[in-house]
Antibody, heavy 118, light 108 residues
Framework: EVQLVESGGGLVHPGGSLRLSCAAS????????MHWVRQAAGKGLEWVSA???????YYSGSVKGRFTISRENAKNSLYLQMNSLRDGDTAVYYC????????????WGQGTLVTVSS | DIQLTQSPSSLSASVGDRVTITCRAS??????LNWYQQKPGKAPKLLLY???SLQSGVPSRFSGSGSGTDFTLTIASLQPEDFATYFC??????????FGQGTKLEIK
């Protein structure tokens, strides 16, 4: 059974840093591209970042230069290092698996809440 | 960046109704369009991929069509469990995805 479990969310001050983790199981993690998607309270989904199976990385304009996505295949883990956090980064952050042939996001974690506030 | 615009933003309908939600892309995305359903407090769930292919386990009352810039999600006969928010998402631009703003489907 495919499972994605996020952790690392919490309360952080503006300008601070946080590292999110996503533990994957039930599939051959190294062969899939992985994504982070966020959702502010009462708002829609916002794609944040992705990493391919060859460690190629992609970012939305709103986080480029501040967030870094990475993966550790030996640990079946995905990470999101978030620096210079702003109020607007407050959201539930989901990790999601990218299907290798359909390019859809076919499995999602339950999300972890990041709150940026002074 | 490719923008996706969904319409309507919200919709009221009754059990048994046929409902259509539209997603328009700012440029052609071929058939690289996926649909998700999200219920309050839950993660999104993949419904359709590649415009019209049903994800495993999704009821056949859900269907999708379109190509290029205009796409639709149709629910043939609304069931009580279908009241949720629906999002379209494009996967045309390599791994740099975007989502529509969502359509909230409410009970009339």
């Amino acid at each position: 059974e495919v499972q994605l479990v996020e952790s690392g969310g919490g309360l952080v001050h503006p300008g601070g840093s946080l590292r999110l983790s996503c533990a994957a199981s039930g599939f051959n993690f190294r062969t899939y591209h992985m994504h982070w998607v966020r959702q502010a309270a009462g708002k829609g989904l916002e794609w944040v970042s992705a990493i391919g199976s060859a460690d190629d990385t992609y970012y939305s304009g709103s986080v480029k230069g501040r967030f870094t996505i990475s993966r550790e295949n030996a640990k079946n883990s995905l990470y999101l290092q978030m620096n210079s956090l702003r109020d607007g980064d407050t959201a539930v952050y989901y990790c999601a698996r990218g299907h290798t042939s359909t390019y859809s996001l076919d499995y999602w974690g339950q999300g972890t809440l990041v709150t940026v506030s002074s | 960046d490719i923008q996706l615009t969904q319409s309507p933003s919200s919709l009221s309908a009754s059990v048994g109704d046929r409902v259509t939600i539209t997603c328009r892309a700012s440029q052609s995305i071929s058939s690289y369009l996926n649909w998700y359903q999200q219920k309050p407090g839950k993660a999104p769930k993949l419904l359709l991929y590649g415009t019209s292919s049903l994800q495993s386990g999704v009821p056949s009352r859900f269907s999708g069509s379109g190509s290029g810039t205009d796409f639709t999600l149709t629910i043939a006969s609304l069931q009580p469990e279908d009241f949720a928010t629906y999002f379209c998402q494009q996967s045309y631009t390599n791994l740099r995805y975007t989502f529509g703003q969502g359509t909230k489907l409410e009970i009339k």
